[in-house]
């Protein structure tokens, strides 16, 4: 993975800032495999189309980035 700040970063931040193709493409594949989903809702999730993201999933996806659930999805 690529090495950024991740202070405070919301999911899609975290997300635009992997930059580079390549990384984001490992984080979603590994998202949408550990939470079971398709590309399609990892991709609602990201882009806030639904707040119906379950907390098993959105704590997945906090242990992945490394980032507090908190600041991934900010209410």
């Known amino acids: 993975m ?5 202070q405070k970063l919301t999911f899609k931040d975290y997300y635009k800032q992997l930059g580079k193709r390549d990384p ?8 949408i495999s550990e939470c079971g989903i398709s590309t399609a ?10 707040d119906n993201i379950p907390k098993l999933a959105r704590q997945k ?14 209410d």
């Open 2 to 6: 690529v090495e950024i700040n991740t």
């Open 24 to 31: 984001q493409i490992e984080l979603r594949n590994r998202i």
């Open 41 to 50: 809702t990892f991709y609602k999730w990201l882009n806030r189309k639904t």
């Open 61 to 74: 996806i906090s242990e992945i980035t490394g980032i507090p659930v908190e600041d991934l999805f900010p």
